[in-house]
DNA sequence: GCCAACGTTGGC
DNA sequence: GCCAACGTTGGC
């Protein structure tokens, strides 16, 4: 099993849309970076674990874990011409974007903060922190998973 | 809204 | 294949 990092805007789609989905999954349409596509389409399997991560907000950091619940199948926003992912250059036949099913799992008791999140020795070589990482899903060690679920479970900071 | 750090595009 | 211009991301 693999662990993954996954970004969305909260005014967008947050971790609680999710939840509210039906069976609180849903697609995760719109990746339009080839080495987010990459891990996407590659490595993510079903059953992989995700930290599902708020950007673009006041606090961004992590918010709970969501899971990989449907493997990479060919992103049909492509298709639509209204859609803001619309993509002549994807086509049925040779779709060059993806998307995966995302599953809600458990909400953290606590956002677990970017800024919290720098001053952790066990997560200094953790990809988010990195400066330049803008990727939207990036992998996270089996470690780092650990130490950010236990963070997200206590209340204290 | 600013700006750093990318990634992509397209002329040459 | 180079590289300038442009677009996007995302913290602050």
Redesign the pocket.
């Known amino acids: 099993m693999r662990y993954w990092l996954m970004?969305t805007?909260p005014s967008v789609f947050s971790f609680e849309d999710l939840r509210k989905r039906p069976r609180s999954t849903d697609h995760w349409e719109g990746v339009?970076?080839?080495?987010a596509r990459n891990y996407l389409r590659d490595e993510m399997r079903k059953g992989d674990k995700v930290l599902f991560?708020h950007?673009?907000?006041a606090e961004?950091g992590v918010v709970g874990v969501a899971e990989i619940t449907r493997e990479a199948y060919p992103d049909f926003f492509c298709w639509n011409r209204r859609s803001k992912y619309y993509d002549p250059?994807s086509t049925p036949e040779h779709p060059r974007w993806f998307m995966v099913d995302v599953t809600w799992k458990r909400a953290f008791r606590r956002t677990v903060t970017?800024?919290e999140m720098?001053d952790i020795p066990g997560l200094r070589k953790m990809k988010?922190l990195q400066?330049?990482?803008?990727?939207?899903i990036m992998p996270v060690t089996k470690e780092e998973f650990a130490i950010v679920s236990a963070m997200g479970m206590t209340e204290e900071r």
């Open positions: 970004k805007e339009r970076n080839y080495q991560y950007s673009q907000c961004p250059k970017l800024k720098r988010v400066k330049g990482q803008r990727l939207s």
